[in-house]
Nanobody, 124 residues
């Protein structure tokens, strides 16, 4: 069974940093889109960053571009989201999702595997 487990969330002051991790298991495909989403209370789920494994291709939303970095440790089958210069508006539940065996990162309905989420809270 495909499983994604997020960790690394917490509470930090504005300007601080956190590194989220998403460990995957239960699949063997070599090209997958791994994507971080976030959702704050009263707001729709928002794509933050994604990485297409095996290609080096990455994408970032305008809201986080220049502050967040997505990366992967292939040996550990883990994707990371390094978050720097955090702002209060970054406060949200962060989710890791996967679209398996794809040539490109798809639109949101094609992400069928999701983790449970990890909370990030940024105080001013």
């Amino acid at each position: 069974q495909v499983q994604l487990v997020e960790s690394g969330g917490g509470s930090v002051q504005a300007g601080g940093s956190l590194r989220l991790s998403c460990e995957g298991s239960g699949y063997t495909y070599t090209r997958n889109c791994m994507k971080w989403f976030r959702q704050a209370p009263g707001k729709e789920r928002e794509g933050v960053a994604h990485l297409l494994t095996g290609t080096g291709s990455t994408w970032y939303s305008d809201a986080v571009k220049g502050r967040f970095t997505i990366s992967q440790d292939n040996a550990k089958n883990t994707v990371y989201l390094e978050m720097n210069n955090l702002r209060p508006e970054d406060t949200a539940m962060y989710y890791c999702a996967a679209a398996l065996n794809v040539p490109n990162c798809p639109i949101s309905p094609h992400y069928f595997n999701w983790g449970q989420g990890t909370q990030v809270t940024v105080s001013s």
